[in-house]
């Protein structure tokens, strides 16, 4: 009998996850909480594939507020249904619901693990990598802490995560790294996204070139998300101010990250377009004084 292909409805997801099993990754495991019936508001697309009354496939097109330039896309099929064209299908449907989206957007994006059965279909469809994204366990002591003994040198201070300067710093820094996928994050959205009650930021701290009486800007920041600490790494997300110089932004991450780690590991998400970020963490990474949390995920996209 013919594959039948109709809107996704409600109760596929259980008998989806039954057939598919345990995700194949993290991606995989965020993008399944994504089908649901087709709306308008916000705008989604979900298409389900059905074998003789069993649904077997599915996938899945939607907009992005924070990154408007493109659709996130998912496509997942169970086992035995596959290099059958199932998935080559359904992302020629999905492609054709984009166009007709009200955004305009065509150009999709989505989320793979290197060497992952996603990440071979993403390659074979023309889907081309975008950005390197990487969890680093940095371990205690991995970087030498500096002594703030010079009052008029850099300070380190704690920082209200509703601050109006940190958000800016947060919404400037996301900005920039995010070049490679245009972000669109006011102080509002970064607030929300980042340093609100939602976020579970339970804390942040901040690095200034010097003291703020004396015009000190911020050079770095941490905000934690890990509510109490533990011998588990703290999830902390470390930005900086990427209108210094290169060798000023690198000097001001190690520092942050020194005092982070003074006593405790950390947990932090790399991306390869952090650049000052990733020149610090690579030798630690080179040494054992930093490891990998899990697989690289890779953002990959069509044009």
Same mark, same amino acid.
């Given at each position: 009998?013919?594959?039948?292909?109709?809107?996704?409805?409600?109760?596929?997801?259980l008998e989806?996850?039954?057939?598919w099993?345990?995700?194949?990754?993290?991606?995989?495991?965020?993008?399944?909480g +994504?089908?649901?019936m087709?709306?308008? *508001?916000p705008?989604n697309?979900?298409?389900?594939?059905v074998?003789?009354?069993?649904?077997?496939?599915?996938?899945?097109?939607y907009?992005?507020?924070l990154h408007?330039?493109?659709?996130?896309c998912?496509?997942e099929?169970?086992e035995?249904?596959?290099?059958?064209?199932?998935?080559?299908?359904?992302?020629?449907?999905?492609q054709?619901?984009?166009?007709?989206?009200?955004?305009g957007?065509t150009?999709?994006? +989505?989320k793979?693990?290197?060497?992952?059965?996603g990440?071979?279909f993403?390659?074979?469809?023309?889907?081309?990598?975008?950005?390197? *994204?990487?969890?680093?366990?940095?371990?205690?002591?991995?970087?030498?802490?500096?002594?703030?003994?010079?009052? *008029?040198g850099?300070?380190?201070?704690?920082s209200?995560t509703?601050s109006?300067?940190?958000?800016?710093?947060?919404?400037?820094?996301?900005?920039?790294?995010?070049?490679?996928?245009r972000a669109?994050?006011?102080?509002?959205?970064?607030?929300q996204?980042?340093?609100g009650?939602? +976020?579970?930021?339970?804390?942040?701290?901040?690095?200034?070139?010097?003291?703020k009486?004396d015009?000190?800007a911020?050079?770095?920041?941490?905000?934690?998300?890990?509510q109490?600490r533990?011998?588990?790494?703290?999830?902390?997300?470390?930005?900086y101010?990427?209108?210094?110089?290169?060798?000023?932004?690198?000097?001001a991450?190690?520092?942050?990250?020194?005092?982070?780690?003074?006593?405790?590991?950390v947990?932090?998400e790399?991306d390869? +377009?952090?650049?000052?970020?990733?020149?610090?963490?690579?030798?630690l990474?080179?040494?054992?004084?930093?490891?990998?949390?899990?697989?690289?995920?890779?953002?990959?996209?069509t044009d």
């Amino acid at each position: 009998m013919a594959l039948e292909y109709r809107a996704w409805q409600e109760g596929d997801d259980l008998e989806l996850i039954q057939l598919w099993g345990g995700p194949e990754s993290a991606a995989s495991e965020q993008f399944r909480g +994504s089908f649901r019936m087709p709306s308008d *508001s916000p705008w989604n697309r979900c298409i389900t594939v059905v074998d003789q009354g069993i649904p077997v496939a599915a996938g899945c097109v939607y907009g992005a507020a924070l990154h408007p330039d493109r659709l996130w896309c998912y496509i997942e099929v169970a086992e035995d249904h596959r290099r059958a064209g199932v998935g080559s299908t359904l992302l020629t449907m999905l492609q054709h619901e984009a166009a007709a989206s009200p955004s305009g957007i065509t150009a999709l994006r +989505s989320k793979v693990t290197p060497g992952s059965t996603g990440a071979a279909f993403a390659e074979a469809t023309g889907f081309g990598v975008l950005q390197r *994204s990487r969890l680093v366990v940095v371990q205690p002591g991995a970087i030498a802490a500096p002594a703030f003994d010079d009052a *008029s040198g850099p300070q380190l201070e704690e920082s209200a995560t509703g601050s109006v300067e940190l958000t800016r710093a947060l919404a400037a820094f996301y900005g920039s790294v995010h070049a490679w996928d245009r972000a669109d994050i006011s102080l509002g959205r970064a607030q929300q996204l980042f340093l609100g009650d939602a +976020s579970g930021a339970g804390g942040a701290i901040v690095l200034r070139d010097r003291p703020k009486a004396d015009g000190g800007a911020i050079a770095a920041f941490a905000v934690s998300y890990t509510q109490a600490r533990t011998d588990d790494p703290a999830d902390v997300l470390v930005g900086y101010d990427t209108s210094l110089a290169p060798r000023e932004q690198q000097a001001a991450v190690a520092t942050m990250i020194a005092m982070l780690v003074h006593q405790f590991p950390v947990q932090l998400e790399v991306d390869d +377009s952090m650049e000052a970020l990733v020149a610090v963490v690579e030798p630690l990474l080179a040494t054992g004084a930093a490891y990998l949390a899990g697989p690289e995920t890779l953002v990959v996209a069509t044009d």
